[in-house]
């Protein structure tokens, strides 16, 4: 209990310590408006010319992948490849001995991902590990490694690593951009923004209990159904996942656009929707999607950012993030998902740390 400082579960101290989270991964990494990696000066080189980059991970190191994905691919002329690792590693690859491919692993040691960069390396690729875990199997085995410095995550479910993963690959892929001779005011737009990322995340949590209320309202429902576009998309899957992990809801999350194509037919008055809906370049979309889901008499939680002049015309209950530019809503979004998935397991009275049939690190195949 004195570990857990208060809190009820490490689960909900550790999405109090994103904030701190947000200090540790940018420390030492941003100085005079630019990103420094002095663990990648040995692949500047190959950096200069890159226009793929492969990525492999698990779990909720998957969603941080794809959020990267987005954000290096609108940004740059890179093509980046998210692969899961247990399929990767199973697949004929065809990789370059120029090739980069990046393995994300919170812990370090999870068997399909450490496959995977083995697998690479036989290719001739070069492997930059991102890991939480200072000496993991992960670490010792890649050419270079980036570290979180999350400090230790107890609850098998996770929250402050995630915030910091996608922080470090944003940093990353503001350094490929740089270092490709791609950059202006709106990169260092960017990097003003992320440091002002702990205020606002601070901010955010001081108000919970809105999220709180919400998750009260939502327990007892069987299936959630969770959308996002963009940048919004990984944050959907993530928020699925956290979901059926501790409260054990069935969740599903789909591309906004794909509802008609199948999801869709399940929605009715006992399956929600959870709908990851920043006011950016897309909303207008996923409006539409709100609102043929609405016309199925679905309940919609939304997540927007404050502003949002429609949000309670919309839906039936409101998240509100700060303003923020399209591509850190990611980020931004993240501790409401979490905050909504612990909340409906603690009104269930589950145990989030220690979610039935999971383990923290999945050591095994
Ligand atoms: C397990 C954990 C997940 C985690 C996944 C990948 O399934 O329960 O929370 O996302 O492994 O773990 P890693 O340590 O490789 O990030």
Redesign the pocket.
Known sequence: DAQKSGFKHFMLKEIFEEPMCLVSVMTGRIKNGKVHFEELEGLKERLKNINFVKVV?????YHAALSFKYFLENLSDVNVDAEISSEFRYKRQHLKPNDVVIA???????AD?LESVRLAKRQGATVVAITNVVGSTLSRESDFTLYLNAGPEIS???TK?YVSQITLLYLLALKIMEIKGIWDEKHEGLIDRLLRMPEIFEKFLDQVDNIHQIAAKYKDFKHFMYIGRGYGYPTALEGALKLK?ISYIHATAYPAGELKHGPIAMLGPDFPVFAVAPNDFLFSKTKSNIIECRSRKARIVLLTNEGNEEAFELADDVIFVSNSIDELYPILMTPAIQLFAYYVADELGLDPDKPRN?????TVE
């Open positions: 991970a698990c779990g909720t190191s994300i692993s919170q812990s370090g040691e999870t991902t098998v479910a996770a690593s992990e999971l383990a923290k690190s999945v």
